[in-house]
């Protein structure tokens, strides 16, 4: 018996003293403090919110998320729930099941998706061109953009996605899924 506690102290000590982690992913400092807990779940939260289908219930984004989530609210005709995939890093993703409608979005730091390629300087075209009612759709936008936007909110009518480039500067524009067209655009730029 002396023995295993023995050799259990002694693990324990090389944990603390080290920084080593008992748990697979965890860092720790040399004082054995965690210094960030490892991601959560199948995906991160780029990966998620595109194999959450619209259609999916409770169960289904469950078992694409490999945890649950935490009921947020509940109404009547409504429930939203929140899966934290990362407390550090504040990324998460959260589903609202409605009576007639889900709205899936995620939240993230934007330092994961700035991008040097994305150039903001036809934005006032982009602005002069939706207030003249001109169809632009996401591949426009994309285009003038010079780079991919990321997927950060899709609902049964809209799908949202947002540009950072390397100063941190964002655009975030919703386009209608019916008509594929742009129908909001805003920012800090």
């Known amino acids: 018996m002396k023995k295993i506690l023995g050799i259990i102290s002694m693990a324990l000590v090389l944990v603390l003293v080290t920084g080593c982690s008992l748990i697979p992913g965890q860092k720790t400092n040399a004082n054995?403090?965690?210094?960030?807990k490892p991601a959560k779940g199948n995906c991160n939260v780029f990966e998620c919110i595109k194999k959450i289908n619209l259609t999916d219930d409770l169960d289904k984004v469950t078992k694409v998320m490999g945890f649950e989530g935490n009921l947020l609210n509940?109404?009547?005709?409504?429930?939203?729930?929140?899966?934290?995939?990362?407390?550090?890093?504040?990324?998460?993703?959260?589903?609202?099941?409605?009576?007639?409608?889900t709205v899936i979005s995620i939240t993230f730091s934007d330092e994961d998706i700035k991008n040097p390629k994305v150039d903001f300087s036809k934005y006032e075209e982009i602005k002069t061109a939706l207030n003249n009612k001109e169809k632009l759709t996401y591949n426009d936008i994309k285009t003038k953009f010079k780079a991919d936007g990321t997927l950060i909110e899709k609902s049964t009518l809209s799908t949202r996605y947002r540009w950072v480039n390397e100063n941190g500067r964002y655009i975030n524009a919703t386009f209608s899924n019916s008509t594929g067209a742009c129908t909001m655009i805003m920012g800090r730029i």
């Open 32 to 36: 054995g403090n965690v210094l960030e």
């Open 74 to 101: 509940e109404g009547s005709t409504y429930k939203t729930y929140k899966w934290v995939i990362n407390h550090d890093k504040n990324e998460a993703v959260q589903v609202a099941f409605n009576a007639n409608s």
